[in-house]
């Protein structure tokens, strides 16, 4: 099965080609869009961290190490398009448009970091695993009802392919041939349970076959690989050639969440090699050397510029007054059934506010 | 005054949910309805017949079997601009699906604060007394009564259904719309043609009187209606309340009932342990605590699964049941 579905790359591990095909594609000025949004990822994933370590937001899941996979995927998306993110691809939905304030709400615990910028159909986070397949497919299921050309991305991890919803999504998807790109980014972990333990299967992305979609694996830490069979697939879906499940295959260096000690499950000497040989920041910075792209005033300078740009945020997120406690009652049903409008009243008085 | 006359048809509960679904997806493009066997089959109840021709199978869907995928998908159905009736085959082959309705459909609106709504219908045929197979005839409308972010109604009659079944689906809100199987062809009733609604979170009064409040719903209207009939025959008059809508329920009705009467029995063949019983005893404690004169007495299932249908009727709550609560509270 690794014959079959071979981990498509398209820069190696050292920056140097290994696939032609994109070539005339592959621009300086894509190349640095790429590095741009994956450094811009990473910085504030990193900020998620030290601020769930200061106390400032509650736990913070962590991609540090895919966000080739996230940034890659969902750069393939365009305007009007669906994307279903798990809690662990904010890399991805900041790329897809929703703002670094609105993703550090989210994880200071406000309802507000569900909610994408007005035209952005960016789904909140699913905290379920693999239920949101199906929301992907609903979604698309009905642009193709509609007669448009937009497609759904949704994105899970290894763990989630043991869920029922996955075989349902997939199924449901297959049968009524709707315009899903299924991105599993495979870091090879479900929190602690490593992937030999998930599936006797080689790889993910075989389990396409059983479904009669297209099924790609590729190096979910090479950006190329990843924007541009992702966009592939995307473009597949638009004509109305159905489904893809791609599997990405990746790692993610830390911890499932902050609340975990990944070193309680494996050897993190692994994760510090990898960031010497695989990473996918880093990788793309050896291509760019190697292609006379790489100016190392333009880097520092972008450095400074999104570290402004995550600070200014973590600004905002701080400053965003607090939310009222109607924003508990108020948005249950578009209009308050009796039990929530008197307890909303019962406990406003219990607060002397009425 | 204006007089409109409005055509009839005699139809069953079954052909009245079917007529409702033809009038709103005549009505709006958006509408869709899906599950298994609901195309050509009409389903296993026949209650989406002739759909499908009269609408086609873009609208009209036969899905795979899978109760998760088929509410799954409605919700990125409903969130991306259409309306979809799911059909559950039976309410007690929702379990599949319910991680679906309890973290997603149930409170999308509520985790984006309205940005993102899932205006859907699942609509499920339920309850014991048709000798149906194990596991066909559960009552589990407590599970969603108990889950914010859902509206849960049960239809007793062709009338209520059709028109309930309207206002569900005008609902922005998913509404979990219960048909009780026994009801589907047990009477038929006058049902105008075209559009009506019923509106949600309003019970019936179906009859008057000063004595004992009776509340039941679905399947139990048949029941407490015998019930009552008996009652009054040894001088108890009985206000008989269809309560329609489970959640939100009718507080005024049953306030105002049990402070015109002071006597109450709840009747409802779900177990007794966490049904709609204990919630009603809570509102009446709440409303109408002063007014009562006697303690309330509860005519449910057992806390037991529901028996294969050899000892159903055991199970069910029975008019004879009914009458000794009727006397009990009247005699305290």
Redesign the interface.
């Known amino acids: 099965m690794e014959k079959l579905f071979p981990k498509l790359q398209i820069i190696n591990e050292n920056g140097e080609w290994n696939d032609g095909a994109y070539k005339s594609e592959i621009t300086e000025e894509l190349t640095k869009e790429l590095y741009t949004k994956m450094l811009r990822a990473r910085l504030f994933d990193r900020k998620g961290v030290n601020l769930q370590r200061q106390g400032r937001i509650g736990t913070y899941v962590p991609f540090e190490g895919q966000e080739a996979s996230q940034i890659g995927s969902a750069m393939a998306m365009g305007e009007g398009d ?1 994307m279903f993110p798990t809690y662990r691809d904010h890399g991805a939905t900041m790329t897809f448009g929703h703002s670094l304030k609105t993703l550090l709400l989210y994880w200071k615990g406000r ?2 970091g ?3 910028p007005e035209g952005k159909n960016i ?2 986070p699913a ?2 695993i693999a ?1 949101q ?11 193709k ?2 007669g448009t050309d937009r497609a ?1 991305i949704v994105y899970f991890g290894d763990g989630a392919t043991s869920e ?2 996955f075989h ?2 997939l ?2 998807a297959s ?1 009524f041939n709707a315009p899903v790109v299924f991105f599993n980014q495979n870091n090879g972990f479900a929190i602690s349970v490593p992937i030999e333990k998930q599936m006797k299967s080689k790889t993910i992305a075989q389990k396409a076959v059983a479904y009669e979609i297209e099924g790609v694996r590729l190096d979910g830490n090479d950006v190329f690989a990843v924007y541009f069979h992702t966009r592939t697939a995307v473009e597949r879906a638009r004509k109305g050639e159905g489904p893809t499940l791609i599997e990405s295959v990746t790692w993610r260096y830390g911890a499932h969440t902050t609340a975990d000690d990944p070193s309680k499950y494996r050897d993190q000497n692994e994760s510090s090699a990898r960031r010497e040989k695989t990473d996918p920041i880093l990788r793309l910075e050896r291509f760019m050397k190697n292609e006379n792209m790489w100016d190392e005033k333009w880097a520092e300078e972008l450095q400074e510029s999104l570290t402004a740009e995550i600070e200014a945020a973590v600004k905002e997120m701080e400053e965003a007054p607090a939310p009222h406690y109607n ?1 508990v009652f108020d ?4 209009e308050n ?3 929530i409008e008197s307890q909303k009243e019962a406990y406003a008085h219990s607060r002397g506010d009425r | 005054m204006m007089t409109t006359a409005v055509d009839t048809k005699k139809l069953t509960m079954v052909q009245a949910v079917t007529d409702g679904m033809r009038v709103m997806m005549a009505e709006h493009e958006n509408v869709i309805v899906l599950g298994e066997d609901v195309g050509q089959n009409g389903g296993v109840f026949r209650a989406t017949d002739g759909l499908v021709a009269e609408f086609g199978e873009k609208r009209v869907i036969d899905t795979p079997l899978a109760e998760s995928g088929i509410i799954g998908t409605s919700i990125g159905l409903a969130m991306n601009g259409f309306k979809p009736i799911a059909e559950m085959q039976f309410l007690g082959f929702i379990y599949p699906a319910f991680n679906q309705i309890m973290t997603h459909a149930s409170r999308i609106r509520a985790r984006t604060l309205g940005h993102f709504t899932v205006p859907m219908v699942i609509r499920a045929p339920f309850g014991a007394g048709v000798r149906a197979p194990e596991i066909h005839s559960d009552s589990v409308e407590a599970l969603f009564t108990g889950m914010p972010g859902m509206k849960v109604v049960v239809p007793s009659n062709p009338y209520d259904a059709k028109g309930m079944l309207i206002s569900a689906i005008e609902d922005p809100d998913p509404v979990l719309f219960l048909e009780p199987m026994r009801c589907y062809r047990s009477t038929k009733m006058n049902v105008p043609e075209g559009k009506y609604n019923v509106p949600l979170g309003k019970a019936a009064r179906l009859q008057e009187g000063s004595d004992v409040s009776i509340f039941a719903y679905g399947a139990m209207i048949d029941v407490v209606t015998k019930a009552a009939n008996a009652a009054e025959e040894k001088g108890i008059k009985c206000d008989v309340i269809d309560l329609r809508t489970l959640y939100p329920l009718d507080k005024d009705m049953i306030a105002e009932s049990v402070q015109k009467t002071g006597r109450a029995v709840i009747v409802h063949e779900a177990p007794g342990t966490g049904g709609l019983g204990e919630t009603i005893m809570s509102l009446i404690n709440d409303t109408s605590f002063l007014y009562m004169k006697a303690p309330i007495e509860r005519v449910t299932g057992f806390d037991t699964p529901v028996p294969m249908f050899a000892l159903e009727d055991h199970y069910l709550p029975s008019a004879d049941r009914v009458v000794q609560a009727i006397e009990k509270v009247a005699q305290f």
Not at chain 1, 133 to 143: C, R
Not at chain 1, 331 to 334: E, H, K, Q
């Open positions: 669906w309802q507000e569900c909610i994408p789904f909140p905290v379920p239920s397949l199906l929301h992907a497919t609903g979604a698309a299921w009905a642009e009802l509609k759904s029922g919803d349902e999504g199924n449901f049968v924003d948005y249950v049903f578009a059934p009796w039990p």
